[in-house]
């Protein structure tokens, strides 16, 4: 299976500061079938991109997604309060689908 | 809108068994797969199981094959997983999630989670 390994496991930024989350996996995802998500405590996963690059409905345009092969990004342009969560990769190219461990963005 | 909600959870002791429900209601529910995925404490996210639209086909991650079996009730829009020879280490929060590509798929729709935790 396909091992995703989130780094950095913990990003210490300010609101108004870019975030830059790094997803990168052992063998290349098909397709780019990488999906980023978003979990704060005591909650569910929020899908925020699909397909590498596609937000999900309802999703602001400060979260964007970039990348393809082994190499992926989550890039949040300007950090709002509300940011400050976990976020997780996933690929669903290659059965089984698998996640990364989390990267968590607090605040500085 | 969509919403998923999950019931079942609880304490059981190690060798017994557990049945979790997600109820599901603002989608046509017979037209996607579903999946459940779960969370240990203080871990990331693992895919459990998921079920075709139809019933038909059903696959496990391989830590849980042959002791989880996934089903669901189109007519009553349910979803279902029971969980028999259960191990401290399924203990975790259940989540079920709606899975627009099928098998290999992103998951759009999450329910709020049922903790299930095994200890003697």
């Known amino acids: 299976e396909i091992v995703l390994t989130q780094s950095p496991g913990t990003l210490s930024l300010s609101p108004g500061e870019r975030a830059t989350l790094s997803c990168r996996a052992s063998?290349?995802?098909?397709?780019?079938?990488l999906a980023w998500y978003q979990q704060k405590p005591g909650q569910a996963p929020r899908l925020l991109i699909y397909?590498?690059?596609n937000r999900a409905t309802g999703i602001p345009d400060r979260f964007s997604g970039s990348g393809s092969g082994t190499d992926f990004t989550l890039t949040i342009s300007r950090l709002e309060p509300e940011d400050f969560a976990v976020y997780h990769c996933?690929?669903?190219?290659?059965?089984?689908?698998?996640f990364g461990q989390g990267t968590k963005v607090e605040i500085k | 809108q969509v919403q998923l909600a999950e019931s079942g959870g609880g304490v059981v002791q190690p060798g017994r068994s557990l049945r979790l429900s997600c109820a599901a209601s603002?989608?046509?529910?017979?037209?996607?797969?579903m999946h459940w995925v779960r969370q240990a404490p203080g871990k990331g996210l693992e895919w459990v199981a998921v079920?075709?639209?139809?019933?038909?086909?059903?696959y496990y991650a391989d830590s849980v094959k042959g002791r989880f079996t996934i089903s669901r009730d189109n007519s009553k829009n349910t979803l279902y997983v029971q969980m028999n020879s259960l191990r401290a280490e399924d203990t975790a929060v259940y989540y079920c999630?709606?899975?627009?590509?099928?098998?290999?798929?992103?998951?759009?729709?999450w329910g709020q989670g049922s903790p299930v935790t095994v200890s003697s």
């Open positions: 079920i075709s639209n139809d019933e038909i086909n059903k």
């Open positions: 999630a709606r899975g627009p590509r099928g098998y290999d798929s992103y998951f759009d729709y």
């Open positions: 397909g590498a690059s």
């Open positions: 996933q690929q669903y190219g290659s059965s089984p689908g698998t």
């Open positions: 603002g989608f046509t529910f017979s037209g996607y797969a």
């Open positions: 063998q290349s995802v098909s397709s780019s079938y």
